[in-house]
């Protein structure tokens, strides 16, 4: 009994022994505490051992330096998206840019400083907000160039109707006939949707410094050829410019009044703009190649022999036809249909809007097929150039003596050429469409006036120069 009383009391001895040594301790403990705050304030250097208020105080140094190793870099660290402005590689999208900013703030470890995840806050709010902008839902969505209006613009014409004489034809500089209202050259094209860069003649070389573009087409694509040379140079003279015909096979054929194009290649950029005439776009031979009254094969399935000799060397292909598919012309030029290697049998393609038809989604196609084997080729397809013949055709009295054009407005979203725009549609071959915007012009065109003042049929469809024509090249410059 004693021992077991014995234990018990040595037990309550130990426990009150323990709690008195506790007490004890905190009382140290609490001593100096109460000297060390006392100290605090005479002793005011020291606070410089704390870290700062907006920095947390972190007890354990390996935790720490674990939490530096995952901090964010700072923005001047981190390397920039990459963005590329070469000719032949397509660029990465502003927004696809700021997403990938987005996506890698939003993958931080959940581990980070207070510091580092208000910088990573930061950061998503300001690329949220750059997504917001206008210009990057600009990007997304493609401008429609046709839609706008005609506005006055004193910075017109981009050159003189009395220069220009080393690339412009006489028949087509209205300046130089008996017309005397010229307030068709001072309008300009203004899209609805987006901003069209104001055209230049060095900004235009900069952009096709050693490229080649190429227009392949009817006289139509002939005068906007000679649109653009002339607003390239201004209408100045340019000695310097090099004649480079013969190395694409332009070279005028014996009894011919001219040659099948021209090429001219400007040195300080090493740019080069050619014309090849062909109005139908399609391959044309003769059959009796010993014949000199053979007829010629219209191989309506195949394109002109000119693109698939150097198309490796053209950069920027412009395609146009339309007014010569016409029976008339067809028989004077002794054209022959003919498809897969032989005359046409088939009844639909027989009819000259089917043939027309038929032949334009061919060439387009076939376009379309070569341009992955060439990565920096942009290939457009424009629309047909609209005439404006009244109160008959070009050879029964039609006329266009309007001195002023019709709506300047264009509101419709839909080409007003809907053979080229389905030709394009689901290819990557563009369309250069001009048809809307050059409808409400019936003023433009050439009319009755003419270099000799000889009385004749009135051209409504062809244009002065300086005039509508320019505006095509600067549709087709926003677009390369």
Not at 17 to 39: D, E, H, R
Request: charged fraction near 20%; glycine fraction near 8%.
């Amino acid at each position: 009994m004693k021992g077991g009383g014995g234990g018990g009391g040595g037990y309550l001895y130990n426990k009150h022994g323990l709690k008195m040594k506790q007490l004890s301790l905190f009382f140290i403990i609490f001593v100096c505490a109460s000297l060390v705050l006392w100290n605090w304030d005479k002793t005011p250097h020291l606070t410089a051992l704390l870290p700062p208020d907006d920095q947390p105080l972190h007890l354990f140094p390996v935790e720490v330096e674990r939490k530096q190793d995952t901090r964010v870099k700072p923005e001047a660290e981190q390397a920039p998206p990459s963005l590329s402005t070469d000719f032949n590689t397509p660029q990465t999208s502003h927004l696809e840019n700021t997403k990938l900013l987005v996506d890698n703030s939003i993958s931080e470890p959940k581990d980070l400083s207070e510091t580092a995840k208000q910088q990573s806050v930061t950061s998503q709010r300001t690329e949220s907000t750059v997504i917001d902008t206008p210009m990057a839902k600009a990007e997304t969505k493609a401008c429609n160039f046709g839609k706008g209006k005609w506005v006055p613009a004193d910075n017109r014409p981009l050159y003189s109707g009395f220069g220009c004489k080393q690339w412009l034809s006489g028949m087509w500089a209205c300046r130089l006939t008996q017309r005397t209202d010229f307030g068709y050259e001072k309008l300009k094209w203004q899209p609805k949707d987006c901003k069209m860069d104001d055209f230049t003649g060095a900004e235009f070389l900069k952009r096709m410094q050693d490229k080649t573009l190429a227009f392949v087409g009817d006289s139509l694509g002939r005068q906007q050829f000679q649109s653009l040379m002339c607003m390239v140079t201004g209408g100045e003279e340019m000695p310097d410019v090099e004649d480079v015909g013969k190395d694409f096979g332009l070279a005028k054929a014996q009894g011919s009044a001219r040659p099948d194009g021209w090429a001219y290649r400007f040195p300080t950029t090493n740019t080069t703009i050619l014309y090849y005439w062909s109005a139908s776009l399609c391959d044309i031979e003769p059959i009796d190649p010993t014949s000199e009254t053979t007829d010629y094969a219209m191989h309506l399935d195949r394109p002109p022999a000119f693109l698939k000799h150097f198309l490796d060397r053209i950069h920027v292909l412009v395609l146009n036809t339309g007014h010569h598919w016409n029976r008339g012309k067809l028989n004077a030029n002794r054209w022959v249909m003919y498809v897969g290697g032989k005359p046409n049998t088939n009844r639909r393609i027989a009819d000259i809007g089917g043939a027309k038809n038929f032949t334009i989604h061919s060439v387009v196609r076939w376009v379309n097929a070569e341009l992955p084997k060439h990565p920096g080729l942009k290939a457009f397809l424009r629309s047909i150039s609209p005439r404006h013949f009244f109160n008959g055709e070009w050879n029964t009295g039609g006329t266009c003596d309007s001195t002023s054009p019709g709506s300047l407005e264009v509101l419709q979203d839909e080409s007003s050429d809907p053979v080229a725009a389905s030709a394009v549609k689901g290819t990557d071959v563009k369309l250069l469409d001009i048809t809307g915007l050059s409808l409400v012009r019936e003023e433009g065109h050439i009319s009755r006036y003419s270099i000799r003042a000889a009385p004749g049929m009135q051209d409504c469809l062809h244009w002065c120069l300086p005039g509508v024509p320019d505006t095509w090249n600067e549709v087709l410059f926003a677009q390369i």
